[in-house]
């Protein structure tokens, strides 16, 4: 009695074990190196408030909606957001993007967007009459590495990559091009400035320039480090661009930002040049 007890026991064992023969552990992925990526901006110049925050974009069929599948996307930032890298993968070669303003989900926006199929994209809205810039992140053929410069070695520089998207006023770019440059204090000269480099080239409205080397001292002691770089900005006559203050009275453009060696960083020119209150500025999206 005790040995047909057991029976069916061992029955339903063995066929468990039969069952997990016939099935493997699957990891399904889809490689999205080949795929069209992008990542969408929000440069239109406007205040900082609440009732001008997109919460939710439509981008082809795919909705990204606070909070469900998506944080806020406040004035001058983008999304994906969270962490750097990251890429919104798109199916179609012309798309619709729409955004939507506000916890009401006012329509504010709603354009094609001309993809480069299989590539990895900027996608900013600076205007919301206006279709929006689309450029190429300027990654490398196997699609996430960048070009690198043979006479610096990779624990000390960064790369930085200029945009200008700075109005005049309300509905007039800013005219002429404009020429970005950075220098740090250096240990090797007793704490002294460096010589002001040029950041890219010069690069008009609408424009970005190249993925550009910013070099700071190779830290001690580490494999990674980082240091204050000053940036300014020259206008076509090679004076520094002067831009309106709170205050309504214009001074030279100056600002400085933490790089960290082997980042890649996008600085966007942004906001009314003569506007005391839509101040021009510059927005840092870290893209690597």
Known sequence: MKILKYIPLFMAAVGVLSSCEKHE???????????????????????????????????????????????????????????VGLFYTVTEDEPVLRYYLGPDHKLAYDRKVKLIHGRKQNVIVYDFDKDPLVID?????????????????????????????????????????????????????????TEWE????????????????????????????????????????????????QNGKYSNYSDYWTLYVGRRYQHFLRGFRSDATIRAGVSVWTQL
């Not at 110049?45 to 806020?72: F, M, R």
Request: aromatic share 16%.
């Open 25 to 83: 552990i699957e990891f399904p992925m889809d490689n999205v190196n080949s795929m069209t990526q992008v990542q969408i901006h929000y440069f239109v110049p406007t205040s900082t408030a609440t009732a001008n925050n997109i919460y939710k974009i439509e981008l082809g069929d795919q909705v990204y909606v606070q909070p469900n599948n998506a944080s806020i996307m406040s004035t001058y930032n983008g999304q994906p957001s969270g962490s």
């Open 137 to 193: 992140t300027g990654y490398g053929e196997n699609g996430f590495t960048f070009d690198v410069t043979p006479s610096y070695y990779t624990d000390s520089i960064g790369y930085v990559r200029f945009y200008n998207l700075m109005y005049e006023t309300e509905g007039v770019p800013y005219q002429g091009k404009i020429q970005y440059q950075a220098h740090y204090k250096s240990r090797w000269l007793d704490n002294d400035w």
């Open 198 to 245: 040029n950041v890219g080239e010069p690069i008009a409205f609408g424009e970005c320039t190249s993925w550009a080397p910013v070099k700071i001292d190779q830290p001690q002691g580490a494999a990674y480090g980082q240091t204050y770089v000053y940036y300014r900005i020259l206008d076509e006559e090679g004076n520094e661009l002067q831009v309106m203050g």
